[in-house]
């Protein structure tokens, strides 16, 4: 069954940090480009970061230098290692795998920050 499982999401002050894994089944997960992406209610769906099969990254210009965006392959595994969160963070976070014509969502994980 191919799955995307999101998880590491919670309540968080501003300042703080937060790990989001994103775990991956029935995929030959090392070929796929992934991406981490946010939304907001009544808002697009935004690209936070992205990471190539051969791990070069790419990250929106509201979380350079606070997110990192890693894989392991050898876990089938996506993180987003968010340091220095703000409110303005708070989202729902989605894992997404992406191969061809071939497009994967996880379910998302809720992210706040309060102030």
């Known amino acids: 069954q191919v799955q995307l499982v999101e998880s590491g999401g919670g309540l968080v002050q501003a300042g703080g940090s937060l790990r989001l894994s994103c775990a991956a089944s029935?995929?030959?997960?090392?070929?796929?480009?992934l991406g981490w992406y946010r939304q907001v209610s009544g808002k697009q769906r935004e690209l936070v970061a992205s990471?190539?099969?051969?791990?070069?990254?790419n990250y929106a210009d509201s979380v350079k230098g606070r997110f990192t965006i890693s894989r392991d392959n050898a876990k089938n595994t996506l993180y987003l290692q968010m340091n220095s969160l703000k409110p303005e963070d708070t989202a729902v976070y989605y894992c997404?795998?992406?191969?061809?014509?071939?497009?994967?969502w996880g379910q998302g994980t809720q992210v706040t920050v309060s102030s």
């Open positions: 997404n795998a992406q191969f061809l014509a071939a497009i994967i």
């Open positions: 029935g995929i030959r997960f090392s070929i796929y480009r």
């Open positions: 990471i190539t099969n051969s791990g070069s990254t």
